[in-house]
Structures are given as C-alpha cells and as structure tokens.
C-alpha cells in the first residue's frame, strides 16, 4: 500500500512553462514534507520542503501549495528549463523515517 | 565535503552469490540509512542506524539482507544468495541527527545487477 502516491509517472512541458507535480498522501500523522530532485546517475537531492502547518512554500523558480484538509500538495516550477529535467520524488516524514513516492520524471523541451 | 561515498557503483553477480555494498557517510553525521530505488516500487527504506546502533530494519528482507555499521565512518550492506529479484539501485543516505525534519543527503548509490 503506497502511503506517498504521485499522479503522474511523466509529465513533459515546454521551456518557459510552469510544471505542475501532484502528490497525495494518506497518514495524517506526517508533518513534513521535501521534494527530492534526482538526475540520472545520482542520488536524490532535496529541492525544498514544507511542513504541514503551513500552506506555501516558495523558494525561488519552485513553490510548494499544501493541503492538509485534502491530504495533497503540488509542486510548481515556474519558468522551467532544459535544466530542470529530472526525476522528482514526493515524500513525508514522520519522526525520522521518509517515505517517498515513486517519482514523476519531468522533460522540459526547449 | 565529499558527500556520502558509496562502492562499488555498479555490481554484477550471479544468482546465489553474495554482495556487499560499502557506504561512508558524510563526517558528523550521526544518522545511517539505507533505501533501495526500482522503477516499480520508488525508493524503499530498508534500514536505519543512529550512533552506529541499529534502530529501525523494518525494511529489511529477513532471511538475505543484513547492514552493519562497525564504526561512525562505515556502513555495508550484505545480501547473501542474490536473487534476480534484488536487482535494484542501492542508495544510502546520512543525516545529522536522525531527527524528524532533516535532510537525508544520499550517496549516488551502487547498481546491483543479479544475473
């Protein structure tokens, strides 16, 4: 039973244009929430986090909404670039175990 | 810093052979985790240690899989009688403290090919 789920499996977008990646989760009990960045060949790296009594978090080109009501959250990335294609992995956190989602490989096409 | 080393990168082993795979965690850091990434199933956790002590193999695979961390600037994970199953990248990653909302930093993991 995946706890972490993401929407998309892939998701393509022209340079210039705001991507949009979805997650859900299920167990009320987290309250924090990254987004890893992974590149072909490397490890996951977090991209900006949020915890869950907030409802935006903004950082630069890349702004987390959360809704804890609804139990998702998205990650915008506005204005995005040829360098922005990567994996991007959703996931929370409870005490210090995170549990991640399975990934939404984004292609931005220039 | 150099980050969270990991070897071998890449492994290649017959089916019932043993691997191990090595990791050295960034210096200072007290925390220790182990994940194994597929296309199927994202990113795993198999295995925490804080202090050197294991804390949480949840993870694991019970009969096969084994982590050790002997000392704060090592870890290995041993899996014995691979199956074509196991074939997978094997990241570890390493935090502070090992506290609720840290940053794992991750090393770029080995790739374990069970043939």
């Known amino acids: 039973q995946q706890q972490v789920r993401q929407s998309s499996q892939s998701l393509t977008v022209w340079e210039g244009e705001t991507a949009i990646l979805n997650c859900s989760y299920e167990n009320s009990a987290f309250d924090y929430f990254p987004w890893y960045q992974q590149f072909p060949g490397e490890g996951p790296a977090l991209l900006i986090a949020i915890r869950s009594v907030s409802d935006k978090k903004e950082d630069g080109r890349f702004t987390i909404f959360f809704n804890k009501r609804e139990k998702n959250l998205s990650l915008h990335i506005k204005d995005s670039q040829p360098g922005d294609s990567a994996t991007y992995f959703c996931?929370?956190?409870?005490?210090?175990?995170?549990?991640f989602g399975t990934g939404t490989s984004l292609l931005v096409d220039p | 810093n150099a980050g969270v080393i990991q070897t071998p990168r890449h492994k290649v082993t017959g089916k019932g052979q043993e691997a191990t795979l090595w990791c050295e965690p960034i210096s200072g850091h007290s925390a220790v985790f182990w994940y194994r990434q597929t296309i199927v199933q994202g990113l795993e956790f198999l295995t925490y240690f804080r202090n050197q002590a294991p804390i949480d193999d949840s993870g694991m695979p019970k009969e096969r899989f084994s982590a050790q961390m002997p000392n704060q600037s090592h870890s290995t994970l041993k899996i014995q009688s691979t199956q074509p199953q196991d074939s997978a990248v094997y990241l570890c990653?390493?935090?502070?403290?090992?506290?609720?909302?840290?940053?794992?930093?991750f090393g770029s993991g080995t790739r374990l090919t069970v043939l």
């Open positions: 996931a929370a956190n409870m005490g210090y175990k995170l549990t």
């Open positions: 990653a390493s935090s502070l403290l090992g506290g609720n909302a840290e940053t794992l930093y």
